[in-house]
């Protein structure tokens, strides 16, 4: 028996859309709408609204489409830069395995490497180490066209209006503000999904010009010359710092609260089928005892990232120095830490996300209804965790619950699809491992909720189906 060839020699992505496109066929995908049409209005009643097209965005979309359910994106960026891939990310390549199949739904023609290989053959896959960013982001892009994802760019949610039937989305658009109205909505916001970047008290009083956080959207040729320290350890003070470095900085000095770096990636220790489909299933305890362990421990920076910083010798590795103090003195910044006082032309916080609904207006209307996880768990002494703490408590189809059972009636009608799902779902909702198994439960849990509330509408259509098989003269009457 041979084994299956693969796409190699080069076809062209041509060959691999057909090849889809018989997948998708022979699988009778996608399935008919069935979700019964409204108006809201006088506007279309969508069956679900996705904010934010990332990768979870359309990895949700599809998966609601393959399931006969209409779904639309709307999403702030322009077209094409959705995500962080093409903005704000910094890594030369991704940290994944370049392997996994991410949201390609099971299906092999889906696939990154599948898509990688209709353009340049298997013997370069082969060699392929790790996917480079903009490579991946090139990838989305195709995923979104070849499964004609509905997705309108520059569209800013500023509000989310939860009602008893349906949800109201009020957006500003390049055709000026509207109103969106659709039965579900799903937040697919990503690792920043409830809140923004997490800044250190210590820089609320330096002026703004004088530091960046790691996900800020800025030019670092403006670095050219000055002394930077970048704040933090993880991937994302790696790729800050190598960055910068690469773009002319005199000096970065990373300052790095723990005595050492993190070795052991304990998350990708978790990563298996039955983590993925089980931590939804466990008890509290355990949920948080897994995900406080892993925070605590840390995920540590990929080697490739350390090397980038490390082959430049105007780097330094600040170990055991934490920050205590950020003042402005003559135009620069003297960070005081345990070690000796820096004095610096720039900061860069790379101190990660934070739950932070006073940095998010369009959450302003349902924030003080969310029940969190401090609202139902609380954990041993020692195990205190503000992340897990702050945590929306969802329910099996990660949907927000009330505070006060009553308090915001529709307000379950919101799906969180982002990270901060993680304590109660695991990591489903963002990263590349199972944001497939993610997508399929949200889309197969929507189906059924979708189809119980409108179950009187399917029962009369049924009543009223009259499409006959047979037609009486198959046969003559005894």
Same mark, same amino acid.
């Given at each position: ?167 109201? #989305? ?52 403006? #670095? ?78 990929? %080697? ?65 209804? #969310? ?17 897990? %703490? ?22 379950? %009608? ?8 993680? #304590? ?55």
């Amino acid at each position: 028996m041979t084994d299956t060839p693969s796409i190699s020699p080069v076809q062209g992505l041509d060959a691999l859309e057909r090849r889809l496109a018989q997948d998708l066929a022979w699988l009778d995908l996608p399935a008919k709408p069935w979700v019964p049409q409204a108006s809201m209005n006088g506007q279309e009643l969508l069956d679900v609204a996705i904010v934010g097209g990332g990768m979870a965005g359309l990895a949700a979309a599809a998966a609601l489409g393959h399931k006969g359910m209409r779904a639309r994106i709307f999403d702030a960026a322009p077209q094409g830069f959705e995500g962080p891939w093409a903005t704000t990310a910094r890594m030369e390549t991704l940290r994944s395995p370049k392997q996994l199949t991410g949201p390609a739904l099971g299906f092999p023609a889906l696939t990154f490497r599948a898509w990688f290989e209709a353009q340049f053959g298997a013997e370069e896959w082969n060699r392929l180490d790790k996917i480079p960013r903009l490579q991946w982001m090139d990838y989305l892009r195709w995923y979104r066209r070849v499964l004609g994802i509905d997705v309108r760019n520059e569209h800013h949610v500023l509000d989310i209006i939860p009602h008893t039937g349906h949800v109201e #989305l009020s957006i500003s658009s390049p055709a000026g503000p509207c109103a969106v109205y659709a039965r579900r909505v799903v937040l697919a916001t990503g690792r920043d999904g409830l809140g923004g970047a997490a800044i250190p008290d210590f820089a609320a009083a330096l002026p703004r010009r004088l530091w960046a956080h790691s996900s800020d959207d800025m030019d670092y040729a403006a #670095l050219r010359g000055l002394r930077v320290g970048v704040v933090g350890a993880g991937a994302s003070a790696m790729d800050s710092a190598g960055t910068a470095l690469e773009n002319g900085a005199a000096s970065v000095d990373l300052l790095i609260r723990r005595p050492d770096l993190p070795r052991i990636n304990k998350s990708k220790g978790a990563g298996n089928p039955g983590y993925t489909h089980g931590f939804v299933d466990l008890p509290d305890e355990w949920k948080w005892r897994l995900r406080h362990y892993i925070n605590v421990e840390q995920v540590p920076p990929p %080697r490739a990232s350390v090397l980038r910083v490390s082959r430049h010798a105007n780097a330094r590795f600040n170990l055991g120095a934490p920050v205590l103090q950020v003042r402005e003195h003559g135009g620069e910044l003297r960070v005081l830490t345990p070690k000796k006082e820096f004095a610096l032309d720039f900061l860069i916080l790379s101190t990660g996300f934070g739950i932070d609904w006073q940095n998010r207006p369009e959450y302003a209307r349902i924030a003080p209804h #969310l029940r969190v996880w401090s609202d139902r768990y609380a954990p041993h002494e020692g195990g205190d965790d503000k992340e897990l %703490r702050d945590s929306p408590d969802l329910g099996p189809v990660f949907e927000f619950q009330e505070k006060n059972p009553g308090g915001l009636p529709g307000l379950s %009608r919101i799906h969180c699809f982002c990270y901060p799902s993680t #304590l109660t779902h695991g990591t489903v909702s963002g990263d590349i491992p199972a944001i497939s198994d993610g997508a399929e439960r949200l889309s197969k849990g929507i189906a059924s909720l979708l189809y119980v509330e409108n179950i009187d509408t399917h029962f009369a259509q049924l009543r009223a189906y009259d499409e006959p098989e047979i037609f009486g003269d198959e046969w003559t009457p005894a």
